[in-house]
């Protein structure tokens, strides 16, 4: 049976973000549950090896890197061919060496959108996913998005949403309405989050001295955001943290977070929010992100590109006229039994045990066809 078998992570160890914090998650509460896990991290993996040793894993934990990488990872392909191959975002190298390495059991989780500049690389590669691969999306809009590029057959596609780790510590109480208004963004900072939208925010408030504006994480578009903020006339207003190690700190310094994502294809940063007693404001869109946003109270959302309007969101709290307590109290029960990782893996649970009825079936065909 599935519950039996082991499984193999196999995840990159760059752009770091929310891939390489949750599968470590997910692997943590697998081996709760009893299984046998390893995980493989493509690349040097330091970040993503201090994650997993954080979460007691550091001993099932390994990476590859070098001009040996495509080796070392086929051998332990063919080592581990009893095992579930779960991937995340693998490379295409890697997607190519799973099909070849012949295994009938590979997971295929989709936490992205599909990329529409096709190299003939990565349209073999997305050939050889839906014909070897089970796929899992982190939201229905992914789903969709990997269904109608060819990359999945939608028989072989399931949607398991993303879950965070309980946080047991209490939120903060709220705001002192008293008290000046921060407004965060928290991720990797680079267009598609909607770094450059963040600061068009900070920009339409600057001259407010209620508010207060910081950027937690870096990313490839960090200088050109300092920049940005200089070409504002806002650099003295807004305050570039960078990476931070205690990110549970970052966010007792908010008291909301702009997530103006221009297609989210999850966003595990609102429920996170959540968790820390933060309401959000992002764009409406066609979007993962705008789907979890959606059942979420305290979750305000305005028309993409709609600065002026998330400007007056703004403007309400900080005047104490518009208040999130009860709405995040709500939405903390609804992470809880929804978001939780303990859900999460009983979905991919689940996924596990139909591919592993899918070999059943097929090995009883041709037990029967013999026998005829």
């Known amino acids: 049976m599935s519950s039996n078998r082991p499984i193999l992570h196999i995840v990159p160890s760059e752009p770091w973000g929310g891939i390489q914090a949750l599968v470590p998650m997910l692997a943590r509460e697998q081996v709760a549950q009893g299984r046998q896990v390893t995980l493989l991290c493509l690349g040097r993996g330091e970040r993503v090896r201090t994650v997993a040793t954080q979460y007691g894993l550091g001993a099932v934990t390994r990476s590859i890197s070098g001009p040996l990488a495509p080796l070392r990872l086929m051998l332990t392909l063919l080592a581990t061919r009893n095992a579930i191959i779960h991937t995340h975002c693998e490379p295409i190298w890697t997607a190519g060496l799973i099909a070849l390495s012949g295994t009938s059991r590979w997971i295929e989780h989709a936490h992205v959108y599909p990329d529409d500049d096709l190299t003939w690389k990565k349209r073999l590669s997305r050939r050889l996913q839906r014909l070897a691969a089970h796929h899992i999306a982190i939201s229905h809009s992914i789903g969709r998005a990997v269904i109608a590029t060819g990359i999945a057959r939608p028989d072989a596609l399931a949607v398991v949403y993303n879950g965070v780790a309980d946080d047991t510590r209490a939120a903060p109480s709220g705001r002192s309405a008293a008290g000046p208004l921060t407004v965060g963004f928290v991720g990797r900072v680079v267009a598609e989050k909607g770094i450059f939208d963040f600061l068009e925010l900070a920009a339409a408030l600057a001259s407010d001295s209620r508010m207060t504006f910081a950027v937690y994480g870096d990313g490839s578009d960090l200088a050109e955001a300092r920049a940005r903020a200089a070409a504002l006339g806002i650099a003295d207003r807004v305050v570039f943290h960078g990476y931070v190690e205690d990110i549970a700190a970052a966010w007792d310094t908010l008291d909301l977070v702009a997530i ?24 409406a869109n066609n979007s993962g992100g705008s789907e979890v946003a959606a059942v979420l109270r305290s979750a305000y959302r305005v028309q993409a590109g709609d600065i002026a309007a998330a400007a007056n969101i703004v403007r309400d709290l900080a005047e104490a006229s518009v208040t999130a307590t009860a709405s995040l109290a709500l939405d903390r029960a609804t992470v809880a039994t929804r978001f939780d990782i303990a859900t999460m893996a009983r979905g991919v649970d689940a996924v596990y045990r139909r591919l592993e009825q899918t070999h059943q079936a097929a090995d009883a065909a041709v037990t029967s066809g013999a026998s005829q």
């Open 260 to 283: 103006f994502s221009h297609r989210e294809p999850f966003g595990l940063v609102f429920l996170e929010a959540v968790q820390r007693g933060v309401p959000s404001i992002s764009y």
